[in-house]
């Protein structure tokens, strides 16, 4: 696998991971709000908030799963 292709994967894979922590992590913060564009007191909703922490567990996953596919070797997986 080219070096250009591992940098662009390992790079999609920290953008998974930025958005995981807004969406686990940082939930209701001024920075996720503008991210994706909505209120803060909307985000603050519990029916929002436990939909944006099951979104952020899928996209810490897309990372993860991204990284072991690039990084690790075919004979091991």
């Known amino acids: 696998m ?3 292709i591992k940098l662009s994967a ?3 894979a920290l953008e998974f991971l930025y958005i995981m922590y807004l969406e686990t992590f940082a939930t209701a913060s ?3 709000s503008q ?3 909505m209120e803060i007191e909307e985000l603050k909703r519990k029916s929002v908030n436990t ?3 099951n979104q952020g567990i899928y996209n ?6 991204i990284l ?7 004979e091991l997986q």
Do not use: I
């Open 2 to 4: 080219s070096s250009l």
């Open 10 to 12: 390992t790079l999609v």
């Open 30 to 32: 001024e920075k996720t």
């Open 35 to 37: 991210v994706f564009g």
């Open 51 to 53: 939909l944006f922490r």
């Open 60 to 65: 810490g996953l897309l990372a993860v799963l």
């Open 68 to 74: 072991l596919a690039v990084w690790v070797p075919a």
